[in-house]
């Protein structure tokens, strides 16, 4: 399989015919790797396929077959793919452009889905963000992934332990324990964010510290990324709710709606998450604040202190010859008497006042 250049923006693509597929992102695997689980209620077979010339499209099949790509750099595979499934050139380029925004689009025997995929990291604080491509037929579904992971783990260990309900569904149903299992990954997420929100605002108000303004800096960042993937997914269920497609049928639907619903909850929670981290900005300003506040209240208390006490060195440090406290003997004891009375003086009112 020919691997092609890969670009790194779609703004590269400038000026190349609608249904160009060229690869644009980054490459996360080396090889394009194709994996078949076709099952129905009494059947289950799962194996690699190789090349693209073993492929088979399950047409009148009595199972259901899912094909599981990963490598979206490999354009040839999934022009390969495209003329095998006959699938829509524009379908094939939205694919391969590893920058789309979630969405859905019907065609007359296919439904493309797209999603995106984010992984958090709670230790180092950083998202990846990564293109989930779904396309669903009468009796098969593709699912394109650029990087291979445990993300369909849970479906597919479904399936194997299953032989009831989920095995004796569609390709619809599938599809929707997919799309359900991506939406649910945020609740994961959510849950993370709770964990490190909590005990950041508990380290804020204790003692802040620049490494708390980069935390604080990295999650604003990373919530742009989980915005961008999770607010068109309205869009995408709402579309597949109103399809009259006949690939998903109305008891699909019913679960379709609880998907829904889950999204909304996610959306909310990451508004509430918002908000919570720009106010972790506004509590840490707040309190370099009133840190640097008790700083100058000390060092004003302290100026407040020696003001009169350098009034007095400063009138008997004049060298005025008629000054007839010079001559006494007793001067330099009586100073410093009255400067330390005068400094005691005030520390004794500035702790009636609570100031100290």
């Known amino acids: 399989m020919t691997q092609l250049q ?22 996360l695997e080396t090889t394009g790797k194709i994996k078949l689980i076709e099952f129905n209620k009494d059947i289950l077979i799962e194996r690699e396929i190789k090349t693209v010339s073993e492929l088979i499209p399950p047409k009148d099949k009595p199972t259901v077959s899912w094909f599981s790509i990963t490598g979206l750099h490999d354009v040839e595979l999934i022009e390969q793919l495209g003329k095998e ?39 180092s604080l950083t998202f990846d963000n990564e293109q989930f491509s779904l396309i669903l037929g009468s009796n098969f579904i593709l699912t394109f992934e650029e990087s291979e992971s445990d993300l369909l783990h849970p479906i597919i260990r ?21 799309i359900d299992l991506v939406v649910d990954h945020y609740f994961l ?12 605002e508990d380290q804020l108000l204790l003692s802040p510290s620049p490494d708390m303004l980069n935390t604080i800096q990295k999650l604003k960042r990373g919530m742009i990324f989980v915005r961008r993937a999770v607010s068109p997914l309205r869009e995408v269920l709402n579309g597949l709710l109103r399809s009259e497609s006949d690939l998903i049928r109305d008891t699909t639907k019913v679960y379709l709606r609880d998907v829904y619903d889950h999204t909304i909850r996610v959306a909310e929670g990451l508004d509430t998450y918002r908000d919570l981290i720009a106010g972790l900005l506004e509590i840490y300003l707040s309190s ?8 100058m209240k000390v060092l004003t208390v302290f100026a407040t202190i020696f003001i009169p006490l350098t009034f007095l060195a400063g009138v008997y440090g004049m060298n005025f010859d008629y000054m007839p406290e010079l001559k006494w003997a ?6 410093w008497s009255v400067s330390l ?5 005030l520390l004794i009112f500035f702790r009636h006042k609570k100031w100290l």
């Open 6 to 27: 890969s670009l790194s923006s779609s703004s590269e693509k400038f000026g190349l015919a609608p249904g160009s597929v060229i690869h644009v992102g980054e490459r």
């Open 189 to 200: 997420i959510e849950d993370s964010l709770d964990e490190i929100v909590e005990n950041l």
């Open 330 to 335: 007793w001067s330099y004891p009586v100073f």
């Open 85 to 123: 499934f006959t699938i829509h050139q524009l379908v094939l380029e939205d694919i391969a452009n590893t920058h789309q925004r979630p969405k859905v689009e019907e065609f007359d025997d296919i439904i493309f889905i797209v999603l995106r995929v984010i992984r958090f990291d709670a230790e």
């Open 158 to 178: 479904r399936i194997q332990n299953s032989r009831g309900k989920f095995r004796s569904q569609g390709a619809d149903y599938l599809s929707y324990s997919i």
């Open 288 to 295: 370099l604040s009133n840190k640097m506040n008790e700083v």
């Open 341 to 345: 009375a005068t400094a005691m003086s």
